[in-house]
């Protein structure tokens, strides 16, 4: 048979065998295929919004910590008002035995004159013997905020508590949506909605503890799973997990109906682009085959000559004409691809580890530079000190200039204080060597918060001196592409913390702390505390 009879039948096969294999495809075959695309997906969702969850759940029990040690002038400071109003706080009191209120603070409502006694009864309920413990949901129908959550703190014989709404809860529980009827829904410890689709369920916290999955989550689990769901009546595919601290339950569920639409429009769409493939195939095979062949036939022609040792001359011209001009094509464009997929790689690989915003390691790959540090001072006995940057009132550049400019004073402030400790990553050396890290190491947390973890240090005046010059380096006035000059200042903890002391998130925290009280005492200024 000819070879391009042979491709003719070859052409044709490959168009309908498809096609035939697919008929015999079942149903329920890509119905599982959508049921397995979604499980990674949703449980990803779940996920990343229990890492959200988390944070938010430690900046607000890191900040009720700290309000009875702070005097009623810092209480009563515009910066705390406003860092308890962004974390939702509306009433934050002091309740004695005799239910006598001390307000702290409000947002603008009365105080309460007394406290309900089924809030003073879960709250005593909730409060655990030391620390700071968040009860589940409930509300005060004295006030009109609605579903709120009791942060509480024992004092002795009497009881902090603060009333939390669960507005960002429900906030960030509706940015999730997908498909028509896919959702986010979130639970507290037992089980009563936080954060669902329908309102009514949120505002009569309605109890979800009978669903298995939500049993799962409150068990600490994490998984994916099918159930059935009361509210949207019928099958559903959900992925879920947990706030660990907060022992909050967090599922993405996505009706099985939905999978079952998109598997049956897939399921016809290809047919029907099967089939219309198969009659494009019988029409444009024949001449489309004969025009492939010939410069085949052509070449073949070509290589019995050179093999025959004739026209050797001739053989560099049939050649251009007819298939080097096409390999070198096909060289070039294969070389081209690997090369650009090398400098793809390594900016993924970069972008694994540095902030793209600054050019300074990320977050992640900060915590595992500040790990691998630690056990070096730790076995060189050295102390060293954590500092926790930032700006002071970033939040005015964003909004009177833009983030635009925002984001070019974060890159500008990057480079500035990578020049101040001399530290310059060359091209290739995309990540720091564990065993060779150097003794300053910043990063970027995120938003304006900015970190430097120094190893080695001599004694606490060196590194004064060290953050003061940081200081007067990095906080003093920027011009801007646009022509904006600003004046940016800052204010810092530092927290000094000696070779044993491994704990890299106490540190992280002592220093956040000092922090606080740096721009509690003024702003624009250092603040030092010590852990041991």
Not at 241 to 247: D, G, H, S, W, Y
Request: overall charge negative; charged content about 25%.
């Amino acid at each position: 048979m000819k070879l391009r009879y042979m491709f003719v039948f070859i052409f044709i096969l490959m168009a309908v065998v498809p096609t035939s294999l697919f008929w015999m495809w079942p149903y329920s075959k890509a119905l599982e295929a959508e049921i397995n695309d979604v499980k990674d997906r949703h449980l990803v969702i779940a996920k990343n919004l229990s890492t959200g969850f988390e944070r938010y759940y430690q900046d607000v029990t890191n900040t009720f910590s700290i309000i009875e040690i702070q005097s009623n002038e810092k209480i009563e400071s515009k910066e705390f008002k406003e860092l308890l109003l962004s974390l939702e706080f509306h009433v934050v009191a002091v309740v004695d035995d005799k239910n006598t209120v001390t307000c702290l603070f409000n947002d603008g409502m009365d105080c309460p004159e007394i406290i309900p006694q089924n809030i003073i009864e879960l709250a005593n309920q909730t409060a655990l013997t030391e620390g700071v413990s968040m009860s589940t949901v409930t509300e005060d129908t004295n006030t009109k905020i609605g579903p709120i959550l009791l942060v509480v703190k024992k004092k002795a014989d009497q009881l902090l508590i603060g009333y939390l709404s669960t507005r960002y809860i429900v906030a960030m529980g509706k940015k999730v949506a997908f498909g028509e009827k896919g959702h986010a829904a979130i639970v507290d410890q037992a089980g009563n909605v936080l954060a669902h689709p329908l309102d009514s369920w949120i505002k009569e916290r309605k109890d979800m503890s009978q669903i298995s999955s939500v049993q799962k989550m409150l068990a600490g689990k994490t998984g994916v799973e099918l159930f059935y769901s009361p509210a949207l009546k019928g099958d559903m595919i959900a992925g879920y997990t947990t706030v660990a601290n907060a022992k909050w339950g967090v599922m993405v569920p996505q009706p099985i109906s939905e999978l079952e639409d998109k598997a049956q429009s897939i399921d016809r769409t290809a047919i029907y682009v099967m089939l219309l493939g198969v009659g494009l195939a019988l029409i444009i095979t024949i001449p489309v085959s004969l025009i492939l062949i010939k410069p085949l036939e052509q070449l073949i022609h070509t290589i019995k000559m050179v093999e025959s040792g004739g026209l050797k001359g001739a053989l560099g011209m049939k050649t251009t004409n007819v298939l080097p001009v096409e390999l070198k094509e096909l060289k070039s464009s294969f070389f081209n691809m690997m090369h650009n997929l090398d400098i793809k790689e390594k900016e993924i690989s970069r972008l694994a580890y540095f902030d793209s915003q600054t050019e300074l390691p990320n977050r992640n790959y900060f915590h595992q530079l500040s790990e691998h540090a630690l056990v070096n001072m730790k076995e060189s006995n050295s102390k060293g000190a954590f500092v926790f940057i930032d700006f002071d009132d970033f939040k005015l550049v964003n909004d009177s200039y833009g983030h635009k400019v925002g984001d070019e004073l974060l890159f500008l402030f990057a480079k500035r204080l990578s020049a101040y400790f001399s530290i310059e990553v060359k091209e290739g050396d995309e990540q720091y060597h564990f065993d060779k890290l150097p003794d300053v190491i910043p990063a970027r947390l995120g938003g304006d918060e900015f970190v430097i973890l120094m190893q080695n240090i001599l004694s606490i005046k060196d590194v004064e001196m060290k953050v003061q010059g940081l200081f007067n380096a990095v906080f003093s006035t920027y011009e801007m592409k646009s022509g904006v000059e600003l004046n940016l200042t800052g204010s810092a903890g530092i927290s000094i913390f000696g070779p044993n002391y491994t704990k890299l998130e106490d540190i992280m925290k002592s220093a956040d702390m000092a922090m606080y009280e740096a721009k509690a005492l003024g702003k624009n200024r250092l603040h030092f505390s010590s852990i041991t």
